[in-house]
């Protein structure tokens, strides 16, 4: 008897786990198929759209974002956690003065790119300026991206490749802000590169 009640669990267990695998990939397809949409036709397309791209009902959707504001936060996490992940790619390696320089020029590659996926993210947070909950999304990815530059500078003065009388935090700040003068001033490569790698440059 009791080892029939744990077959009985082990297969719940494992049932449950299948169904949560499946909702997962789901949901990563939806959202596939959200950032494509969105990035040819604009935060403007609907429901139906994405859903018809996905293979799936309107109410798949429905179900993993609740509503057409919850797939474009979703969508705007991972346009966010999607552009992290290749600049962070972009500056593993070297100095820490390296690293923060391959931040500043991996920024303005990516940025100048023009492709429809930095369009979108261009959009998204230009939207943010008028969605608290987008901007609440901004504000957490703007703390985690100075606590990554700060680190940056803090590695590179353990190196010896940044002044040690610097403050980090306030290093990280200019190199933020050189980022953010790439996002504004998209495709003019030279010049915005030119300004993030002077900042490092005087340190």
């Given at each position: 008897m009791r080892f029939s009640h744990t077959v009985r669990y082990v297969n719940v267990v494992a049932e449950r786990s299948t169904r949560a695998a499946a909702a997962q990939l789901t949901r990563a397809?939806?959202?596939?198929?959200?950032?494509?949409?969105?990035?040819?036709?604009?935060?403007?397309?609907?429901?139906?759209?994405?859903?018809?791209?996905?293979?799936?009902?309107?109410?798949?959707?429905?179900?993993?974002f609740a509503s057409k504001r919850g797939l474009v936060e979703a969508v705007y996490r991972e346009a966010i956690q999607r552009h992290a992940a290749r600049v962070v790619a972009a500056s593993s390696s070297g100095t820490g003065r390296e690293r923060l320089l391959g931040l500043v020029a991996s920024s303005v590659e990516l940025y100048s790119s023009g492709t429809p996926f930095y369009r979108l993210l261009a959009q998204l947070q230009e939207a943010a300026s008028r969605s608290p909950s987008l901007?609440?999304?901004?504000?957490?990815?703007?703390?985690?991206?100075?606590?990554?530059?700060?680190?940056?500078?803090?590695?590179?003065?353990?190196?010896?490749?940044?002044?040690?009388?610097?403050?980090?935090?306030?290093?990280?700040?200019v190199v933020r802000a050189a980022v953010r003068e790439v996002r504004a001033r998209t495709g003019v490569h030279g010049v915005a590169a030119g300004a993030g790698e002077e900042d490092v440059a005087a340190t």
């Open positions: 397809r939806l959202l596939d198929a959200a950032i494509a949409r969105f990035a040819a036709d604009g935060l403007e397309a609907s429901f139906d759209t994405v859903a018809a791209d996905a293979g799936v009902t309107k109410g798949a959707l429905y179900h993993h901007a609440t999304i901004a504000e957490r990815s703007q703390a985690n991206q100075l606590a990554y530059f700060t680190a940056a500078v803090a590695r590179g003065q353990r190196d010896g490749s940044i002044r040690a009388d610097l403050d980090p935090e306030a290093l990280a700040l």
